[in-house]
């Protein structure tokens, strides 16, 4: 079906910056939104930031302004660039894409996760 990857994760000072990737693959008709959620120790997992196919996007609060969406709709595959990284930044990042597989109908498929530690 569908299979995402996530990278760049890693650990980072605070005000650093750090890029996540996430690279879809697998028999994909048709890609809609995707996006990137975040899980701290003893937290609910949390919207970092979404993009649509046609490059709309939106970002929780607590990261508005210092991270950026993208995404090349051509290779499947979605970026996360995070700038002035705090420490409570630090989670892991699950990338998130609703996607249609040949033959089936739209779902929601997730990374595996990658650890984003900012700490000095």
């Known amino acids: 079906q569908v299979q995402l990857v996530e990278s760049g994760g890693g650990l980072v000072q605070p005000g650093g910056s750090l890029r996540l990737s996430c690279a879809a693959s697998?028999?994909?008709?048709?890609?809609?939104?995707m996006g990137w959620y975040r899980q701290a120790p003893g937290k609910q997992r949390e919207l970092v930031a979404g993009i649509t196919s046609d490059g709309r996007t939106n970002y929780g609060d607590s990261v508005k302004g210092r991270f950026t969406i993208s995404r090349d709709n051509a290779k499947n595959t979605v970026n996360l660039q995070m700038n002035s990284l705090k420490p409570e930044d630090t989670a892991v990042y699950y990338c998130?894409?609703?996607?249609?597989?040949?033959?089936?109908?739209?779902?929601?498929?997730w990374g595996q996760g990658t650890q984003v530690t900012v700490s000095s």
């Open positions: 998130n894409a609703e996607a249609r597989p040949y033959g089936l109908g739209y779902g929601h498929y």
């Open positions: 697998g028999s994909i008709f048709s890609m809609q939104a």
